[in-house]
Nanobody, 126 residues
Framework: VQLQASGGGLVQAGGSLRLSCAVSGRAISMWAMAWFRQAPGKDREFVSRISRSAGNIYYADSVKGRFTISRDNAKNTVYLQMNSLKPEDTAVYYC????????????????????WGQGTLVTVSS
């Protein structure tokens, strides 16, 4: 299973970026997907999760109202639309596949995900 994240880059504060995560080796339709991020010198933190049917979506408080997660199961791809970006959004963003096909709690815990992409760097300048 491989996850290829893309779409990162340098953007000014207030700008937008759209991240993509293309998955190969597994059909993602049976699994929830998530985005995490890791800023320099900080721990990896949860950003957003989308259930396999997109019926349940979670966001970290820090991105709620600014970021939107979506998925296209036919394309085996998950997206993260990021608007109104702030310098504190600067981080490497990782996509991940849920460990289980059913929800068992802990949507914001990295241990609940067992496949990870290589990350894409987002830099927001002030």
């Amino acid at each position: 299973v491989q996850l290829q994240a893309s779409g990162g880059g340098l953007v000014q504060a207030g700008g937008s970026l759209r991240l993509s995560c293309a998955v190969s080796g597994r059909a993602i339709s049976m699994w929830a997907m998530a985005w995490f991020r890791q800023a320099p010198g900080k721990d990896r933190e949860f950003v957003s999760r989308i259930s396999r049917s997109a019926g349940n979506i979670y966001y970290a408080d820090s991105v709620k109202g600014r970021f939107t997660i979506s998925r296209d199961n036919a394309k085996n791809t998950v997206y993260l639309q990021m608007n109104s970006l702030k310098p504190e959004d600067t981080a490497v963003y990782y996509c991940a596949i849920a460990r289980r096909t059913y929800y068992s709690g802990g949507y914001n815990l990295s241990v609940e995900y067992n496949y990870w992409g290589q990350g894409t760097l987002v830099t927001v300048s002030s």
